[in-house]
């Protein structure tokens, strides 16, 4: 750690601001966090046992799904205890574990959003070749790679950030320990860190990005050349959920890791979080089981199964 870190341990104040709303929040919370891991455990399992969903394209979204599991379980826990108690604290070595999870699971996600990017390409782009470029083999390399890079990613900031000396005050203003506001406390002339924390989070972020952004436009190619409306339709229905849930993570991340911190806002920050960490693992199996004819015949044929594996 820091030579000059006198810091012990951080003051979580979370949305201790709206004190007459915390009991209402943490009933909120716990409602949205219950649904999430139900909702994407049915995913994970329902992919698992079905035969018919036995493709790379539900291999990889039930990677997903397990990742928005562990993503959400990096901070919802922590958060509902501060909403019941006076104070949130969370110890030095605490808030570097949890940051530590955060980012592996954040880059992983990111990573597996992009090698979904490919996965929709190699189908619609390259149609005769999917199975032979798609197979077991790649999609297990794709998906350790995906895992590494986040290891990386993950190990390479926090060592960084938790290596710059902290030495008061210790009160994070947001609910869980992230980036932006933990550089705010950093003491004495961050400008440098400022730019390598940013710099890599700009590109562990645009990185990917852009290669989607590579992907859909081949993608959007060979759609606008099919010749049949509802062959452009079916096509791109494909591609609609994952490209909602890349809007709902991306867009607000992008915003916040690529701000100096002269121009950050806590409130801000705290507010706009909530969607890549929370509101995005929440939709996921909403956007991918509800536009999804396969993941809704499957779910109902599992819940019937289990419906009378039980009553038998």
Not at 25 to 31: G, P, Q, R
Not at 289 to 302: D, I, P, Q
Request: aromatic fraction near 14%.
């Amino acid at each position: 750690m820091g030579n000059e870190t006198c810091v012990t341990e951080f003051i979580i104040l979370g949305f201790s601001k709206l004190p007459e709303m915390k009991f209402s929040l943490f009933v909120v919370f716990l409602c949205l966090y219950l649904f999430t891991i139900v909702g994407n455990i049915l995913i994970v399992l329902t992919i698992s046992l079905d035969s018919t969903l036995q493709t790379p394209m539900y291999f990889f979204l039930r990677n997903l799904s397990f990742l928005e599991l562990c993503f959400i379980s990096v901070t919802i826990p922590n958060m509902l205890a501060n909403l019941r108690l006076a104070e949130g604290k969370i110890s030095f070595v605490g808030c570097a574990t949890q940051l530590y999870f955060f980012l592996l699971f954040g880059a992983t996600e990111c990573c597996f959003l992009c090698v979904m990017s490919y996965d929709r390409y190699v189908a619609i782009c390259i149609p005769l070749r999917y199975m032979v470029i798609m197979d077991k083999r790649t999609c297990l390399q794709l998906s350790l790679a995906s895992w590494l890079t986040g290891f990386l990613v993950a190990a390479g900031h926090t060592t960084f950030i938790f290596n710059l000396p902290f030495c008061g005050p210790n009160v994070i203003n947001h609910f869980f320990c992230e980036i932006q506001p933990l550089m705010v406390l950093v003491c004495g002339n961050t400008y440098w860190n400022e730019v390598q924390v940013i710099g890599a989070s700009v590109v562990g972020l645009m990185l990917p990005f852009v290669l989607i952004l590579v992907s859909y436009l081949h993608i959007i190619t060979a759609i606008l050349k099919m010749r049949s409306a509802k062959s452009r339709h079916k096509t791109f229905s494909t591609c609609s959920s994952h490209l909602m849930v890349v809007t709902l993570f991306y867009g607000p991340a992008l915003f916040l890791y690529s701000q100096p911190k002269s121009s950050y806002s806590s409130d801000t920050d705290k507010w706009l979080s909530l969607f890549y960490s929370i509101i995005t693992p929440i939709l996921n199996p909403i956007i991918y089981s509800l536009r999804n004819k396969e993941v809704k015949a499957a779910m109902w044929k599992l819940g019937t199964k289990i419906f009378l594996t039980t009553k038998g």
